[in-house]
């Protein structure tokens, strides 16, 4: 069977942050046991020229010069997020014209939680080997929204990160799509009606049966799919709402910090929702070996999860150094970008 392969990837994160502990501060909270429990220590804050189009702009460029490849090959464009910027007019359309992706391109905006971003990519992988497209782009990018004083303020944050897809077979190929399946149910641990600015949640619900159950059933379900084991996984990447879920699924499943350390991203980051857990991918990308196996899970609250299981075909390479230096916002600065 002809497999589809990631061929070239970019991301995008805003260069402004602000701490934890300014949050807490604000909220006369305190700072060291909130970081404790939730693991993260700053996060990414979008300013007013940074939404979800600019940022997949920005990310699916540089995926594109990391393949090495002309825009107009790519005819197919699906960008996730659950912070469009408009309600009716689409992202990816934007996206494929600012690009200048192949005129002639399937585009769709796609919303499903914080997994939007890797139902693009199961897209464009089924077209792939349909051989329907040549070459697709998948982004997820998000500003992720919270309400002050909400505890989703601490992780709430934006960015993007975008994957070419094209043939296993294709010599730029990087690392080929295995296998891939999903778990989902109608679990409503988070949502937003469409006037409303803000997400309200279910507060621990949204841990269990939401979060553990249906990332513990698709690892569980990929890896009898592959007929493989734990130990055989050199890389695990998981949705990431925090640092404290992860890092109990991997305790349960046996999960090493090795396994985990190149795409656990979300203490300095904060959680990116529909880039999250494919930020992680991006990291692990530019880390991982030839013939070394990558496990992927994302996590969209309402509530699904999608799986995944690459296999490195070269060894990867470092994207472009970030020369912009962070700006730390104040929680006054931090407000005023989040009304903007």
């Known amino acids: 069977m002809n497999r589809s392969a990631i061929v070239g990837f970019g991301m995008y994160i805003p ?43 920005e990310a699916g460029k540089q995926a594109i010069e990391t393949a090495d490849i002309a825009s107009t090959q790519i005819s197919a464009c699906y960008i996730g997020s659950e912070s469009h910027p408009y309600a009716v007019k689409p992202t990816s359309g934007m996206v494929a014209a600012a690009l200048e992706l192949d005129p002639f391109c399937f585009c769709a905006d796609l919303e499903f ?25 998948a982004i997820g990018s998000d500003t992720a929204q919270s309400a002050p004083g909400d505890a989703l303020e601490y992780t709430a944050a ?39 600015k803000y997400p309200s949640h279910a507060g621990r619900f949204t841990g269990e049966p939401s979060y ?48 985990m350390e190149h795409g656990f991203i979300v203490p300095n980051i904060g959680n990116t929702y529909s880039a999250c857990s494919p930020l992680g991918l ?42 912009r230096e962070k700006q730390y916002l104040t929680y006054g600065e931090y407000m005023h970008c989040q009304t903007q």
């Open 15 to 57: 260069n402004q942050r602000i701490r934890t502990a300014d949050i807490a501060a604000h909220w006369q909270q305190d700072s060291k046991a909130i970081s404790a429990g939730i693991g993260v220590n700053e996060k990414s804050v979008p300013s007013s020229s940074e939404d979800a189009f600019t940022m997949a702009f």
């Open 113 to 137: 939680a914080c997994k939007a971003g890797t139902a693009g990519m199961q897209i464009v992988d089924s077209m792939v080997k349909s051989k329907q497209v040549r070459y697709g782009l």
């Open 158 to 196: 934006a960015g993007a990160a975008a994957f070419v897809i094209g043939s296993e077979k294709d010599e730029k190929a990087i690392c080929r799509m295995d296998y891939t399946l999903s778990f989902t149910t109608d679990t409503p641990d988070f949502w937003r009606p469409a006037e409303k």
């Open 212 to 259: 553990f159950r249906h990332v513990r059933e698709a690892i569980k379900g990929i890896i009898q799919t592959a007929d493989c084991s734990v130990e055989d996984i050199n890389h695990v990447v998981l949705h990431m709402p925090n640092a404290k879920f992860p890092k109990k699924i991997a305790k349960e499943f046996g999960f090493t910090k090795e396994q």
């Open 282 to 323: 991006a990291h692990v990308l530019q880390k991982a070996k030839k013939q070394e196996t990558i496990l992927l899970i994302s996590y969209g609250s309402g509530a699904g999860s999608d799986a995944f299981l690459f296999t490195m075909l070269k060894d990867g390479s470092a994207l472009p150094q970030d020369e």
